[in-house]
C-alpha cells in the first residue's frame, strides 16, 4: 500500500473530475431530462446520472416521446464524452450512439412529438 502523507493535503487539492475523459458505457435508464449510463472507473461499474450538454428534455408526461427514446436508446452501448458535473452531481456529457450525436436526433422526435401532442389538441384526432 502507499503511503500518504496526510500533512501535505489541505483545501488545494484537486476535486474528482472526468472532464476530458471518453467512456464506453451502456444506457441503463432514460427519463424525460437525464439519462442513465453504467460506465466503469477504477475497474469497477457505477451508474451516472448524464444531462447531454445540449439537453433535449420533453415535458415529464410526455410517455410517448420518452418510449420512443427508450426504443431507440435502452440498453445501448454508446460513447459518453464527458464534461464537468453540474450543480445536482449530474455529469454534463455528449453521448453518441454509432456515432452520431443522439441530441440530434432526440429533439427531431421531441419536436415531432409536440406537434403531434398539438395536432390531437386541436383536431380530437391522433396522427
Given amino acids: 500500500m502507499n503511503y500518504i502523507n496526510w ?12 472532464n476530458g475523459q471518453t467512456r464506453i458505457g451502456k444506457i441503463i435508464n432514460i427519463y424525460h431530462d437525464h439519462l442513465v449510463i453504467a460506465f466503469p472507473i477504477y475497474k469497477k ?13 420533453c415535458p415529464i408526461d410526455d410517455h410517448n416521446t420518452i418510449n420512443i427514446w427508450k426504443g431507440k436508446l435502452l440498453n445501448k452501448i454508446v460513447e459518453v464524452k464527458c464534461k464537468v ?10 453521448i453518441f450512439l454509432d456515432g452520431e450525436l443522439i441530441s440530434n436526433w432526440m429533439k427531431i422526435i421531441t419536436e415531432f412529438s409536440e ?13
Fill in 7 to 18: 500533512e501535505d493535503i489541505d483545501d488545494t487539492i484537486e476535486e474528482f473530475s472526468m
Fill in 45 to 57: 461499474i457505477y451508474k451516472w446520472n448524464c444531462v447531454q450538454e445540449y439537453p433535449i428534455f
Fill in 85 to 94: 458535473f453540474d450543480s445536482d452531481h449530474n455529469i454534463i456529457c455528449n
Fill in 115 to 127: 406537434v403531434r401532442l398539438q395536432t390531437t389538441a386541436l383536431f380530437n384526432i391522433d396522427i
